[in-house]
């Protein structure tokens, strides 16, 4: 296998991590979580069982801000700052780099996401008397969240790629990444993140339970929004010199 | 085995920024390609760096189609875009090293050429430095290293001394000319600069309007002239000898 996307990876990672913006987003996004697992809490008072779920919701309802923010700029930022011509003129393939790029950006929202888990310890820490809890069940669930957050990510890459400017891209991916999260009609009532638990079987996760459909859904369409954005590279690529 | 361009076309639009040029660069030679803004230099020097591709025409670079082999030109050409764009927040030999493990080159070979360039290029004492620091001139300097990192068949250098100043300009120019550099390898560059075309080039391509309209082997005339007016001597003269060529041909 070819180290180009790991040596991108690695790049675009540190760099992101050097940033400050990075970490007010770190921030954000887990003050975020937190609110709406307090918030969530309250609604879903005495159902203890359900803790997992409304754990494992919210998470799924703020990766999309992680995922959104940390795609937007990685192409448009390269093409205002020059350095998309040193790198497209490097013997890479437009497949290797929308796979680093995918995996740089793929590796922050899932620190984003494991710095917006703090908030299930503190609460476990704080609540008297603790709830009976289930370690496995949330792994389940923070797998499905893990698994979304790629289909988000890759979305993002293929917005990122497609769109001109950074907050474009950031938009669209926002956007069609929340409206996956709440799509109405979910049986797990109460749960802002509901709906997207119920498409995911998120609460089947995070019972335990493991539906390897799911899975296998989010694998695909995130193979899938990889692909796009491959393609889309390869015909802006030939766009822009017409 | 050199460049090999033939009716090369490039058209934004209705617009051609190259028109049908036609040469041919042989290993050695250290070409700069003339004319006033807007003539298609950068351009020629992006399709050549398979940034771009072509509207119609061929071209091979080392013996390597541009279109259908591109990555295999690309790992034999080294290109120094215009104003030589870094990433500002890495270090210098940060930002070397990961040019080098991009074009796959082996840890040992990367280091000693990633020693040797810093030193070439005068980096070594800034190695650790975030490029955002340097000058213009080490931004650029910065830029002809990844360039040359790889020992590259072909050099291609958009534009390596605009904005820059004359120390600064004069610095990048010896770069260029040195052995270092240019020693058995084509070197193709852009350049708006008489003193450099007559330090660092063995050739000179006049192209005007997307055409190639001289190709000057004899550069000493640029001691005495400036560039435009070396411009409008050689399209002149390409002009004179295109009727007498044509009438040869046309004699029994």
């Known amino acids: 296998m070819s180290r180009v996307p790991l040596v991108l990876w690695r790049k675009e990672a540190s760099l992101a991590l050097r940033s400050r913006a990075t970490w007010v987003v770190f921030a954000a996004v887990a003050g975020l979580a937190g609110a709406l697992f307090a918030a969530a809490l309250r609604e879903a008072a005495g159902r203890v069982a359900a803790l997992p779920t409304v754990f494992c919701g919210q998470l799924a309802l703020v990766a999309p801000f992680a995922a959104a923010f940390f795609t937007m700029g990685l192409f448009a930022r390269e093409r205002a700052s020059g350095t998309l011509e040193a790198l497209l003129t490097a013997p890479v393939t437009d497949a290797e780099i929308v796979l680093g790029k995918f995996l740089s950006a793929y590796s922050l929202v899932l620190l984003s996401l494991a710095f917006s888990s703090l908030s299930l310890p503190v609460y476990l820490h704080r609540a008297a008397p603790p709830p009976p809890f289930a370690p496995g069940h949330v792994a389940w669930g923070l797998a499905a969240v893990a698994l979304a957050s790629a289909a988000w990510t890759a979305f993002g890459v293929l917005a990122a790629a497609a769109a001109r400017r950074e907050s474009a891209a950031g938009v669209a991916t926002l956007a069609a990444c929340l409206a996956a999260a709440l799509l109405p009609g979910g049986p797990a009532a109460g749960l802002p993140a509901g709906s997207f638990a119920a498409s995911l079987d998120l609460s089947a996760f995070s019972r335990g339970v493991a539906d390897t459909r799911p899975a296998v859904l989010l694998l695909t369409c995130t193979a899938f929004f990889l692909f796009c954005a491959t393609r889309v590279l390869e015909s802006r690529r030939w766009a822009s010199s017409r | 085995m050199g460049i090999d361009v033939q009716h090369l076309c490039k058209r934004f639009g209705r617009t051609a920024a190259v028109d049908d040029a036609t040469f041919r660069v042989e290993p050695g030679e250290r070409v700069a390609l003339v004319g006033r803004n807007g003539a298609g230099k950068t351009t020629l020097l992006r399709l050549l760096a398979t940034f771009l591709p072509a509207t119609s025409g061929r071209a091979t670079v080392s013996g390597f189609d541009l279109f259908s082999q591109s990555n295999a030109v690309r790992e034999i050409t080294g290109y120094l875009p215009e104003g030589s764009?870094?990433?500002?927040?890495?270090?210098?030999?940060?930002?070397?090293?990961?040019?080098?493990?991009?074009?796959?080159?082996?840890?040992?070979?990367?280091?000693?050429?990633?020693?040797?360039?810093?030193?070439?290029?005068?980096?070594?004492?800034?190695?650790?430095?975030?490029?955002?620091?340097?000058?213009?001139?080490?931004?650029?300097?910065?830029?002809?290293?990844?360039?040359?990192?790889?020992?590259?068949?072909?050099?291609?250098?958009?534009?390596?001394?605009?904005?820059?100043?004359?120390?600064?300009?004069?610095?990048?120019?010896?770069?260029?000319?040195?052995?270092?550099?240019?020693?058995?390898?084509?070197?193709?560059?852009?350049?708006?600069?008489?003193?450099?075309?007559?330090?660092?080039?063995?050739?000179?391509?006049?192209?005007?309007?997307?055409?190639?309209?001289?190709?000057?082997?004899?550069?000493?005339?640029?001691?005495?002239?400036?560039?435009?007016?070396?411009?409008?001597?050689?399209?002149?003269?390409?002009?004179?000898?295109?009727?007498?060529?044509?009438?040869?041909?046309?004699?029994?």
């Open chain 2, 85 to 252: 764009p870094v990433h500002p927040d890495m270090g210098v030999a940060e930002y070397l090293r990961f040019r080098g493990r991009l074009r796959r080159m082996p840890g040992p070979r990367l280091r000693r050429r990633l020693h040797d360039v810093l030193d070439f290029c005068e980096l070594a004492a800034l190695r650790t430095a975030p490029i955002r620091s340097l000058s213009a001139g080490q931004k650029r300097a910065v830029g002809l290293a990844d360039a040359i990192l790889h020992e590259p068949d072909v050099l291609l250098l958009d534009d390596p001394l605009a904005a820059l100043d004359p120390v600064q300009a004069r610095k990048i120019s010896a770069m260029v000319a040195s052995p270092e550099v240019s020693e058995g390898r084509v070197v193709l560059f852009s350049t708006h600069d008489a003193a450099f075309v007559r330090a660092a080039a063995t050739r000179a391509i006049c192209l005007e309007h997307g055409r190639v309209v001289a190709d000057a082997r004899d550069l000493a005339p640029l001691a005495e002239r400036d560039l435009p007016a070396m411009l409008d001597a050689w399209r002149g003269a390409a002009e004179a000898a295109a009727p007498a060529a044509a009438e040869g041909r046309a004699a029994p």
